[in-house]
């Protein structure tokens, strides 16, 4: 089974801050790799898909990078409702799906 | 718009089963397949499985086989997930997603948009 690791655990920003989210695969997932935004209590939201799409309605601020093994997604300008859980995702191996474990992007 | 629904809340004794339900709107159930995710509480998320809207195929999580199905109706756009032999390890929000295909030919660029609103699922005695 593919791993996917997130770094950091949390990531403590003051709003207009750039935050650099990282997740690394076991093994290549090619360009196969999504991201979603989590706000407490709510479902997961899509925002990054195949590595460095943004998903309709998405604010150009986010955006996603890498392929392989290590991707990033990076908030240009943090806005308060910026402040959530991420997760990463890969589905190279579809249907089967893996997720890293989040990265809490909390308020400083 | 597009809208998975899902079913309220559940309660139930250990050994028991839950069946939860997601239905869709706002498109044509059998052009997309439904992925069921489940989060326990402060956890990360796990995929559970996979149902095709077009012919009921499936596909599930080697650690939930043999105790989850999964299936679907096509006549009210509806998936349905049931877990049996529920222990306390399965107490969690469970989720249905849309498998959405991005813009590439290879079933891998199939993203969950949108998901449901999420299924409480309690597991007591």
């Known amino acids: 089974e593919i791993v996917l690791t997130q770094s950091p655990v949390t990531l403590s920003l003051s709003p207009g801050e750039r935050a650099t989210l990282s997740c690394r695969a076991s093994q290549s997932v090619s360009s196969y790799l999504a991201w979603y935004q989590q706000k407490p209590g709510q479902a997961p939201r899509l925002l990054i898909y195949d590595a460095s799409n943004r998903a309709t309605g998405i604010p150009a601020r986010f955006s996603g990078s890498g392929s392989g093994t290590d991707f990033t997604l990076t908030i240009s300008s943090l806005e308060p409702e910026d402040f959530a859980v991420y997760y990463c995702?890969?589905?190279?191996?579809?249907?089967?799906?893996?997720f890293g474990q989040g990265t809490k992007v909390e308020i400083k | 718009q597009i809208q998975l629904v899902q079913s309220g809340a559940e309660v139930k004794m250990p050994g028991a089963s839950v069946k939860v339900s997601c239905k869709a709107s706002?498109?044509?159930?059998?052009?997309?397949?439904i992925s069921w995710v489940r989060q326990a509480p402060g956890q990360g998320l796990e995929w559970m499985g996979w149902?095709?809207?077009?012919?009921?195929?499936?596909e599930y999580a080697q650690k939930f086989q043999g105790r989850v199905t999964m299936t679907a109706d096509t006549s009210t756009s509806t998936a349905y997930m049931e877990l049996r032999s529920l222990n306390s390890d399965d107490a969690a929000v469970y989720y249905c997603a849309r498998e959405w295909q991005a813009y590439c030919s290879s079933p891998s660029c199939r993203w969950f948009d949108p998901w449901g609103q999420g299924t409480l699922v309690t597991v007591s005695s």
């Open positions: 149902i095709s809207g077009y012919n009921g195929n499936t």
């Open positions: 995702q890969q589905r190279i191996n579809w249907p089967g799906a893996t």
């Open positions: 706002g498109y044509t159930f059998t052009n997309y397949g």
